[in-house]
């Protein structure tokens, strides 16, 4: 159909043609793969680059002519305007890669991983640009060293376990690769060597010059978070408002938790708890449970009517050897969003894989950290069924734009921060809603307190961490003392909520945000509701509440939604 608003199309075009360019690796996990073999530029050229583009796009955006927009071209254009300001926000700051080298060393991994994680063509295909990207490795590394004089101790540290993780692929998963595939290709071998000698360079750099009484500044500052909240989840709460309704979501979740851990026998909700560990399925049952429980639960949505649940393979295989070793290290997700324009028949989620020949004590760690549980709550239903899976399916068929790729999971993050209140707020709201018709146990109902506790948490941090009132350390203390972490857990949570600011608040305001628009708006058909809701794709809760009203009050007093930009 032709376009009302040629002038707008031009523009939304350029600015997609703009981010592909600057950012490759992204445009690979979307499945756009113009530039599979290059890796960023984040020279002072390439970065002058860049920002002169998005400038360049407000610009031109400002002289537009009004045209007739409908509604998803609304939402596009205010979701663009926000993306390039807070971007400019993020090239002007330390957090990026003007001062963390854990951008560097994600980004040069995972531009080479995400060209064998998927088929999304022959290998023979694949091999060219992923041997292209091993040697602009080197480049984009010394990049890094150019451009980082001094980062907080912390993300030195994520980089330099990155560089690990890099180091277990190249020097040993590459082989495998090569060995599994019958590949006589000495080329990929020569530039994985060539990688490996520069990610070592690197991280020699990092433990010799960076690793030492470098300041520990992690707060991206009370303007620049407020930024994120209004401009990348056009939440209409101040960061004051924010934390204080965490705050009570914590005291209530903790409430109850103290009070009703005696239901099971326990003195303590810890206890209580720790019980799940136990019920598990037998190395022999382990891959088979997590299909087993995925049947399960779309079998409960579709009896229930809970959303449209198409016809989406999803499969559970163990991770594949060649990324065994450098998996633990690395961002390597079990569950990737889908690329929004691959089209690939079968979504791989990949599991943690037990071994036949691991002895006994060892398959049962894992089987109890990988228990009945975390099958079930995570696994299936927060990622691979009604949570990101199904939200996927509905956003890679919405109207808007941004819409369709905003949450597709990259090298360290989603492609646009505007996708995390719908990405991670339907999933954890899918988790209640699978509560709700009665697929959890009571024990995992009980646990969603604690997850709550936990989401909570996150925003707490999130504005406290970055207003400067909580220190690194302090931010871990929270996360062990208040909402049950593991030491190890609270400080890798930690380190990510100080690295990405305004990302941990978007679990608990997503799905505030979504029960509070089911409660106004659901009526009797809940079915219809969820598929309204998710047909916007992966854009801010608050917006798409904001569109649903406006499109009720249109068909109330029967003239079109007028529609404002946010």
């Known amino acids: 159909m032709a376009t009302q608003a040629p002038q707008f199309t031009a523009w939304l075009d350029n600015f997609f043609a703009s981010y592909y360019r600057h950012r490759p690796v992204n445009a690979t996990f979307i499945g ?170 690197f991280q020699a750099y990092l433990e010799r010059d960076l690793s030492q009484d470098a300041p520990a500044r ?153 228990n009945d549980s975390v099958i079930k709550l995570n696994h299936v239903v927060h990622h691979g069924s009604i949570g990101h899976q199904v939200q996927n399916w509905h956003a890679y068929r919405a109207a808007s734009r941004i819409g369709q790729v905003a949450a597709v999971d990259c090298a360290s993050r989603i492609a646009m921060f505007s996708g995390g209140t719908m990405a991670e707020g339907w999933a954890t709201y899918a988790t209640d809603l699978m509560d709700e018709i009665g697929f959890l146990t009571p024990l995992e109902s009980f646990s969603q307190h604690q997850s709550r506790l936990r989401q909570a948490a996150r925003a707490v941090v999130d504005v406290n961490l970055h207003r400067g009132v909580f220190t690194l350390e302090q931010a871990a203390t929270f996360y062990r003392e208040q909402a049950g972490m593991s030491a190890e857990a609270a400080q890798g949570e930690a380190v990510k909520n100080s690295m990405f600011p305004g990302a941990a608040l978007m679990y608990l305001m997503g799905n505030q945000t979504i029960h509070d628009l089911r409660r106004e708006l659901a009526g009797s058909d809940l079915c219809a509701f969820h598929d309204e809701f998710l047909a916007y794709g992966s854009v801010p809760v608050a917006l798409i509440g904001k569109m649903m009203r406006e499109e009720r009050a249109a068909k109330t007093s029967g003239r079109p939604p007028q529609g404002e930009d946010a």
């Open 32 to 201: 756009r793969h113009e530039y599979d073999d290059r890796l960023p530029d984040f020279s002072e050229q390439g970065v002058s680059d860049v920002v002169t583009d998005m400038r360049a796009l407000l610009a031109r955006m400002a002289a537009l002519p009004p045209e007739p927009l409908t509604p998803a071209e609304r939402l596009d254009r205010t979701l663009a305007i926000g993306f390039l300001e807070t971007q400019l926000w993020e090239y002007g700051a330390r957090h990026f890669q003007a001062g963390n080298p854990s951008t560097y060393t994600g980004e040069a991994i995972f531009g080479v991983i995400a060209l064998f994680l998927r088929p999304f063509a022959p290998l023979s295909l694949r091999l060219p640009p992923a041997i292209a990207r091993l040697h602009a490795v080197p480049r984009l590394l010394a990049q890094g060293e150019a451009n980082i004089r001094e980062a907080p101790p912390a993300w030195t540290a994520r980089a330099i376990q990155e560089c690990q993780g890099a180091l277990a692929f190249l020097d040993g998963g590459v082989d495998i690769l090569i060995a599994e595939h019958g590949m006589h290709t000495p080329e990929l071998r020569e530039a994985a060597n060539s990688a490996a000698a520069a990610f070592r360079a």
């Open 218 to 370: 992690y707060a991206a500052g009370e303007e620049a978070l407020d930024l994120m909240v209004r401009k990348g989840h056009f939440l209409s709460q101040t960061l004051t408002q924010i934390e204080a309704f965490a705050r009570d979501q914590m005291a209530e979740a903790r409430a109850f938790l103290a009070v009703h851990a005696a239901d099971f026998g326990a003195a303590t909700w810890q206890t209580a708890l720790a019980a799940l560990a136990d019920l598990h399925p037998s190395a022999d049952r382990y891959y088979a449970r997590y299909g087993e429980v995925w049947q399960a639960c779309r079998s409960a949505a579709h009896a229930r009517r809970l959303v449209t649940w198409p016809d989406y393979p999803l499969r559970y295989s163990p991770q594949p050897r060649w990324a065994r070793q450098a998996a633990p290290f690395l961002y390597f997700l079990f569950y990737r969003a889908p690329a929004a324009f691959d089209s690939l028949p079968v979504v791989d989620c990949l599991v943690t894989p037990i071994e036949a020949d691991m002895p006994p004590a060892q398959q049962e760690r894992l089987l109890r950290a990988t």
